[in-house]
């Protein structure tokens, strides 16, 4: 029987992989886990002047970790440093829930804090109904128009916080219920299913697209990918990622859109809005299928900060500071 010392690590990284891939996350996640994986082992494999493929358990400890580990820290983020010792606490989980390893040596690994970035919803209060207004003109400066589709892009964003990657998942069958109680299955972050409530108003929207693109290409079936492109095919990334950031420009708000955020700040704009109308951190981390409460609790406190900013600029306020 083969020690364990003796086993080599790309082994078990591919039976981790088959694992996680059974929980069905994005192809995206699976090749994060891939490379935080391998940039480690091959770090470790230097020093031993071995290949990566030779790398076995008997030559994983805290001590090489550690180092390896420091290696990989250097010039990299320390959310990226992060994601990494998550992936690496993940796999060693995993070994042990097999009885491959008898403990986990992560612990012992130092990881880098990430404090939670700031929600970056889009700056102006009418920001939101300005887009959505301008998007649903047909544009003739298009080759071929099709605002139906733009604003049920945007208002799945605004108006049910999902994600790039949850927008591309939806089937055409992802909105259910009786009139009244619709909702939208989402197959959320890290495989987590979540159901979000969506109102008349977003079920009209959805609908309007629907048949404008039985006009355009006929039959639609329940299990086809919601969102098209102007051929009929699925939207892929990076053809999502263009169209808002097109909606952007058509609508004159690209100043208004943080850097870096883009689709998320419709998102972040849609929970932003969630805090400022009263729902507690609780309901925000269901609806918007947040892992932590700690990262929820982030819009309440921008609000917060938004309503200390709206008492500082009464003028009378500023009139107080000149009395003596």
């Known amino acids: 029987m083969q020690d364990e010392q003796d ?3 790309e082994s078990l990284v ?5 694992a996680r891939a059974v929980q069905k996350p994005s192809q995206h996640t699976l090749l994060a886990y891939r490379r935080d994986l391998t940039a ?7 020093p031993l002047d071995v290949s990566i493929e030779d790398v076995t358990l008997g030559h994983l400890s805290p001590r090489s970790l550690r180092s390896a580990f420091a290696a990989f820290a250097a010039g990299r983020a320390p959310a990226s440093v992060y994601r990494a010792w998550s992936t690496w606490n993940s796999f060693y989980g ?3 829930v097999d009885g491959v390893v008898a403990g986990n040596p992560m612990p012992a690994v130092g990881k880098p804090r990430v404090s939670v970035p700031s929600p970056k919803p889009l700056r102006g209060e009418d ?3 300005q887009l959505l207004e301008a998007v649903s003109r047909a544009d003739e400066r298009q080759r071929d128009p099709w605002p139906e589709r733009d604003v049920v892009v945007l208002a799945l964003a605004l108006c049910a916080g999902l994600r790039l990657s949850e927008l591309l998942a939806l089937r055409t069958g ?3 219920g009786r009139p009244g109680e619709r909702r939208v299955e989402v197959a959320g972050k890290g495989g987590r299913p979540r159901s ?22 006929g039959r639609v079936r329940p299990d086809d990918a919601l969102l098209v492109d102007r051929r009929g095919e699925p939207l892929r990334r990076g053809g999502l990622q263009y169209l808002v950031q097109s909606c952007f420009r058509r609508a004159g708000v690209s100043d208004r859109v943080p850097r870096g955020a883009q689709l998320h700040a419709l998102r972040h704009t849609f929970a932003t809005r969630l805090a400022e109308d009263g729902a507690n951190a609780s309901e925000i981390m269901r609806l918007l299928g947040h892992a932590s409460l700690t990262t929820s609790q982030g819009y309440i406190e921008v609000t917060a900060a938004q309503q200390r900013a709206a008492v500082r ?3 009378t306020n500023r009139a107080l500071g000149t009395l003596h």
């Open 7 to 9: 086993i080599p690590v």
């Open 14 to 18: 591919e039976e981790f992989l088959g």
């Open 40 to 46: 480690v082992l091959r770090i470790i494999a230097e």
């Open 94 to 96: 995993f070994l042990v």
């Open 127 to 129: 920001t939101p109904e």
């Open 174 to 176: 992802s909105v259910v």
């Open 196 to 217: 979000v409530p969506i109102e008349p108003e977003l079920d009209a929207v959805v609908a309007r697209y629907v048949e404008s693109r039985q006009v355009r290409f």
């Open 313 to 315: 600029a009464n003028r």
